[in-house]
């Protein structure tokens, strides 16, 4: 059974910044994507970034691009989410997911074979 447990989360200033983690225990996700989704209030859940099991290939919604940056360190199962100029509307619960296909399917939402819980950041103006 796999378990992905997303840490970092917090309040923070408009314009600062945050780093999310999600390790997963279970068994090593080998060959899998590993990526970050949000949701905010009264809004439907939404693709952040992804990274495919190398690094080598990462997708990111337009919204975030050139303020996070995703990361992976498969030596410890771990993924990260690297948040600057941080905005109030960046605010929501954050969370983790896995999937063993591709970077697109995975921004696309159409195969996540696993959830993390997820992470509240809120980030006041």
């Known amino acids: 059974q796999v378990q992905l447990v997303e840490s970092g989360g917090g309040l923070v200033q408009s314009g600062g910044s945050l780093r999310l983690s999600c390790a997963a225990s279970g068994r090593t996700l080998s060959g899998y994507v590993m990526g970050w989704f949000r949701q905010a209030p009264g809004k439907e859940r939404e693709f952040v970034a992804a990274?495919?099991?190398?690094?080598?290939?990462?997708n990111y919604a337009d919204s975030v691009k050139g303020r996070f940056t995703i990361s992976r360190d498969n030596a410890k199962n771990s993924v990260y989410l690297q948040m600057n100029s941080l905005r109030p509307a960046d605010t929501a619960v954050y969370y983790c997911?896995?999937?063993?296909?591709?970077?697109?399917?995975?921004?696309?939402?159409?195969?996540?074979?696993?959830w993390g819980k997820g992470t509240l950041v809120t980030v006041s103006s």
């Open positions: 990274a495919s099991w190398s690094g080598g290939s990462t």
């Open positions: 997911a896995a999937s063993l296909s591709s970077t697109d399917v995975l921004k696309s939402g159409n195969r996540v074979d696993y």
